[in-house]
């Protein structure tokens, strides 16, 4: 299956600090979602995207759908520990069958 | 109820052991879903069910047998798996195949001995 390139891998920041992570593929999509999965738990997803240069905001956090279609950001403002986690893209388009595929994932760590 | 559930939450199998992984949904979704998903790496997509039937089986090794007994539920029968198989399982659906939100379960965390 199709894997999608995420960075950075790992992000160790201070809390109050803003993060920034993109998810970027050789193939165009249709529909990026962003999910954070917590240790042993399923992905919850945090925000869904599905038109290119749209920009959804989810309390503190902000995504964008890139122009080319090919890429997508996730913008995280004033970082609580509870930001803790795993945070995946995920894409689908007719490159992928139709299927989301996953991002390699951005590891965040919140340093109170 | 807009929860995928999924049971058991741990899982401890011997490699000849026969075990079943189970999903429930009660959203009206069409399609079902089941990911491996390795230690710090991302879900990998393993089977989709479209209407109860098998639409996609992404090469994966027949010790896994998935099966859809009606709309709402979605198995995964396990025998003779290898340790390397240890991961957490993920189940997710959504309203059909191709449709543009995954709704995932807690996963069930396998352990093969």
């Known amino acids: 299956g199709q894997q999608l390139n995420q960075s950075p891998q790992s992000m160790f920041i201070q809390e109050g600090e803003d993060v920034s992570m993109n998810c970027t593929s050789s193939?165009?999509?249709?529909?990026w979602l962003w999910y954070k999965q917590d240790p042993g738990e399923g992905p919850v997803l945090l925000i869904a995207?599905?038109?290119?240069?749209e920009l959804t905001s989810n309390g503190r956090l902000t995504a964008q759908f890139g122009i080319t279609r090919k890429d997508s950001f996730l913008n995280i403002s004033a970082s609580i520990p509870s930001d803790v986690g795993i945070y995946f893209c995920?894409?689908?388009?007719?490159?992928?069958?139709?299927?989301?595929?996953f991002g390699t994932g951005t590891s965040l760590t919140v340093i109170p | 109820d807009t929860e995928v559930t999924q049971t058991p939450k741990h899982l401890v199998m011997g490699m000849t052991n026969k075990k079943s992984l189970k999903c429930e949904q009660h959203?009206?979704?069409?399609?079902m879903y089941w990911y491996k998903q390795k230690a710090k790496k991302p879900p990998e997509l393993m089977f989709v069910?479209?209407?109860?039937?098998?639409?996609i089986n992404e090469s994966v090794p027949s010790r896994f047998s998935p099966e859809c007994p009606n709309s709402s539920l979605l198995n995964l029968h396990l025998h003779a798996l290898q340790p390397e198989d240890s991961a957490l399982y993920l189940c997710?659906?959504?309203?059909?195949?191709?449709?543009?939100?995954?709704?995932f379960g807690a996963g069930s965390r396998l352990t093969v001995l």
């Open positions: 997710a659906s959504s309203h059909r195949i191709g449709a543009n939100v995954l709704t």
């Open positions: 193939s165009i999509f249709n529909t």
């Open positions: 995207l599905y038109k290119a240069g």
């Open positions: 995920a894409g689908q388009g007719l490159a992928s069958g139709n299927q989301f595929y």
């Open positions: 959203m009206g979704h069409r399609a």
């Open positions: 069910y479209s209407y109860e039937k098998l639409s």
